[in-house]
Antibody
Framework: EVQLLESGGGLVQPGGSLRLSCAAS????????MSWVRQAPGKGLECVSS????????YYADSVKGRFTISRDNSKNTLYLQMNNLRAEDTAFYYC???????????????WGRGTMVTVSS | EIVLTQSPATLSLSPGERATLSCWAS??????LAWYQQKPGQAPRLLIY???NRATGIPARFTGSGSGTDFTLTISGLEPEDFAVYYC?????????FGGGTKVEIK
């Protein structure tokens, strides 16, 4: 069964850091680009970062550029999101998502994890 | 950045009725558009990709259409489990963007 399981969320003070992880199983992880998509409470979806299967290409939303770093360890089938200098507006549910195809980094997302909540507050 | 606008924001319908959801792009996106369903407390679920292709396991009552700037998701005969929020999603270019969502609620 194809599965994604996020971890690492929690409560952090403004200016603090967190590292999210997403453990993948049931598919050839290195073949697929992956993304982190967040959703603030009661709000819509925002793709904050994407990474190619080989990790050669990465993309960031303007809202997180310079503060967040996406990475992956294909030997461990794990995706990461390092979040630094966190702000109140980063408070959201963070989902990892797998692309639908093997060609494009930015593609439809066919598999989503359950998400992990990040709360930035003093 | 291409902006996706969904309409209406809320759709109040009864089970068995037909739902028509719209998504407009601020410039042409070819057919690089997907639709997702999200229920409270759950992750989004892919329904339609490439504007009109149903994802694996999605019932035939879900139909996507359109290309360029105008897209439609049609649910023919709402089932009780279809009442949820629906998002359109632009991909194959960065930034990836989502529409603001349409909530389909029970009338």
């Amino acid at each position: 069964e194809v599965q994604l399981l996020e971890s690492g969320g929690g409560l952090v003070q403004p200016g603090g850091s967190l590292r999210l992880s997403c453990a993948a199983s049931g598919f050839i992880f290195s073949n697929y680009a992956m993304s982190w998509v967040r959703q603030a409470p009661g709000k819509g979806l925002e793709c904050v970062s994407s990474i190619s299967g080989s990790a050669a290409s990465t993309y960031y939303a303007d809202s997180v550029k310079g503060r967040f770093t996406i990475s992956r360890d294909n030997s461990k089938n794990t995706l990461y999101l390092q979040m630094n200098n966190l702000r109140a507006e980063d408070t959201a549910f963070y989902y990892c998502a797998k692309t639908n195809g093997v060609v494009y980094v930015a593609d439809a997302f066919d598999i989503w994890g359950r998400g992990t909540m990040v709360t930035v507050s003093s | 950045e291409i902006v996706l606008t969904q309409s209406p924001a809320t759709l109040s319908l009864s089970p068995g009725e037909r739902a028509t959801l719209s998504c407009w792009a601020s410039q042409s996106v070819n057919s690089n558009l997907a639709w997702y369903q999200q229920k409270p407390g759950q992750a989004p679920r892919l329904l339609i990709y490439d504007a009109s292709n149903r994802a694996t396991g999605i019932p035939a009552r879900f139909t996507g259409s359109g290309s360029g700037t105008d897209f439609t998701l049609t649910i023919s005969g709402l089932e009780p489990e279809d009442f949820a929020v629906y998002y359109c999603h632009l991909y194959r270019r960065w930034p990836i963007t989502f529409g603001g969502g349409t909530k389909v609620e029970i009338k």
